[in-house]
């Protein structure tokens, strides 16, 4: 908006040259969203607590020591979105449609995660809404910003599928892109949802994944540097960057309230809009398939509980001793923090993999 606002008048006043760049406004997004969850916090923190009373329910069958979280307060997602959704708004081109999009998606899995908390919070149980409703929202959203996303694209990029560490690669998969894009984008929703289950577990990777997009975004969106790098050039997808720079901010922020012990939990308000962003943004920059790379942690988790379900269904056996894989390290007696801070270790080795895609082609 500033960037809208301010930039026509260089003639006149030539420090507002600065908002052209797209560098200088991800910083502002970056301090704006970060600020904005260090000084609300609290008292957002406080008004959850009155609203909610008992707090998150805590699965009867989970490890024993989380049953002292009793009483946290969950919905802590909500401060991301607003934290994310302000500082986007201020410091990007309001004029980009990629950016709309994204939103779109951000806000969308937001409210999709809003409504199974509340419902969780009403029932005091840990189910909440249903998963074939949950899917079928999320499925929509996702088709919606999709579509637009192709009309915008236009180029002839829209249905084509970037393949790392290949130069100009590219696979044509015609009508079969949308739903496949589509699955991006809900699969990384519940990814990062299943992820979500230690305090601060999830935020961290998703701060990292927001930063390595953030320079795919930039560099997506600049012709020469794609050229350079052989990697897909998509016009506008700069402006990305900014909403990853209020993504990191955002999460940095949160994460100062829900590191161990944590005050507050983001809830499915929260982790089903960060996966839902991190997957729509790979959409955007083609980088759908790096998005597994750099989202290594995610994938890991998630494989975890099919392998757990399927081996179960089939032989009556675990492989974990209980599912997503950071609860079966608690259960074999790592601290939460020692399992928090060692697959934070592993989701930037992830990153630096993922990273290396631009290069090693």
């Not at 130069?167 to 949308?178: A, R, V």
């Amino acid at each position: 908006m500033l960037y809208n606002i301010l930039y026509p008048m260089v003639e006149e006043y030539q420090i507002f040259n600065l908002f052209q760049y797209i560098t200088f406004r991800t910083g502002g997004a970056i301090l704006t969203a970060l600020l904005i969850s260090l000084i609300i916090g609290p008292a957002f923190i406080r008004w959850l607590k009155s609203k909610q009373g008992s707090g998150q329910p805590i699965r009867s069958d989970g490890p024993e020591t989380h049953f002292k979280k009793q009483g946290t307060p969950t919905m802590g997602g909500l401060l991301i979105l607003f934290s994310v959704t302000v500082s986007t708004l201020i410091w990007v081109d309001i004029t980009s449609v990629y950016m709309w999009m994204t939103l779109l998606v951000f806000l969308g899995f937001g409210l999709i995660g809003f409504i199974d908390d509340y419902k969780k919070l009403t029932s005091n149980s840990p189910d909440g809404l249903s998963g074939k409703k949950r899917l079928f929202l999320e499925f929509l959203i996702a088709g919606i910003a999709i579509y637009f996303i192709g009309c915008e694209m236009g180029d002839g990029l829209e249905n084509w599928l970037s393949l790392p560490f290949l130069k100009n690669t590219l696979i044509n998969l015609s009508y079969f892109f949308i739903p496949f894009a589509i699955l991006v984008v809900v699969g990384c929703a519940n990814a990062v949802n299943i992820t979500d289950g230690l305090d601060g577990l999830a935020i961290m990777p998703v701060v990292i994944a927001a930063f390595c997009f953030g320079i795919i975004a930039y560099l997506v969106g600049h012709s020469e540097f794609a050229e350079y790098l052989y990697i897909p050039s998509v016009s506008g997808a700069g402006e990305i960057t900014v909403f990853c720079g209020a993504l990191i901010g955002a999460g940095l922020g949160f994460l100062w309230f829900n590191a161990s012990p944590a005050q507050v939990f983001m809830g499915d308000t929260g982790s089903l809009s960060l996966g839902g962003a991190l997957g729509i943004i790979s959409v955007i920059t083609k980088h759908e398939l790096v998005l597994g790379i750099i989202g290594g942690l995610f994938v890991i988790e998630t494989l975890s509980v099919i392998l757990q379900v399927g081996s179960y269904k089939l032989t009556k056996k675990r492989i974990f001793l209980m599912a997503p894989i950071h609860h079966h390290f608690e259960k074999k007696g790592w601290a939460e923090t020692t399992v928090v801070i060692r697959f934070w270790i592993i989701a930037f080795v992830f990153a630096l993999i993922g990273l290396s895609t631009l290069k090693l082609r």
